[in-house]
């Protein structure tokens, strides 16, 4: 029997378990809408853009109302204290990579995307599509801290790395800022960083999601 199992059944919490698993389903569906946003945003098909943005929306909102009645059901199940201090660690911080999806959304709503240099166009496509891998990474971190606790930090170590190129890409996006500057309207020069932030702040947040992982897994083996 391994800790992790025991520490669930031992809580009697298999169910609230299942929730946050379907949590983390609903950011993993959220990052990933904004990944086939930006693919249709780069291949000019606006009104598909759209609609998977629309559901960027739907699902971050989803999670958000999951979050609410997992809190509820914590609160009546009279979990011991460390826990459920665990347990609303663990779900605030998923929460926050979804709200940081949304945010991007919004941001990219309001900049005229298409009129962009390919060059910031290109870059900003490839960090979405490493945050959709950073997502992807966390999600297997948590459902090993349940499955197969021993796979823990081989999927943490992934998310790291992908976060790590996140940073990279940013880089490389802000000294491009710099080149194409003449070409851009100033304001729209602030909504892109505001919108690399965004970004980063999604990858970011997966990063600190999984290190609070790693350590309820070292902490209940």
């Not at 989803?62 to 779900?91: N, Q, Y």
Request: net charge negative.
């Amino acid at each position: 029997m391994n800790g992790i199992a025991e520490w669930v059944r031992n809580l009697r919490c298999e169910r609230i378990i299942g929730e946050i698993l379907d949590h983390m389903r609903l950011v993993e569906e959220t990052v990933d809408y904004l990944g086939k946003a930006y693919e249709e945003l780069n291949k000019g098909n606006v009104k598909e853009a759209s609609q998977n943005f629309e559901a960027v929306i739907l699902k971050e909102k989803d999670a958000d109302e999951l979050r609410r009645r997992i809190v509820s059901d914590m609160e009546r199940s009279k979990l011991p204290p460390k826990e459920t201090e665990d347990l609303l660690g663990l779900l605030r911080k998923m929460d926050m990579v979804a709200d940081w999806a949304k945010e991007a959304t919004r941001i990219t709503l309001i900049l005229d995307y298409n009129s962009l240099p390919k060059v910031l166009r290109e870059i900003l496509m490839e960090i979405v599509k490493t945050d959709v891998r950073t997502v992807k990474a966390l999600s297997k971190s948590i459902r090993s801290l349940i499955e197969n606790p021993r796979e823990v930090p081989l999927h943490v170590g992934r998310v790291e790395l992908l976060e790590e190129r996140v940073d990279d890409l940013q880089f490389e996006a802000l000294k491009l800022m710099t080149e194409v500057a003449e070409e851009v309207k100033p304001v729209t020069l602030i909504l892109i960083g505001n919108l690399l932030n965004s970004l980063e702040q999604i990858a970011d947040n997966s990063e600190d999601t999984a290190d609070y992982i790693q350590a309820i897994s070292v902490r209940k083996m």
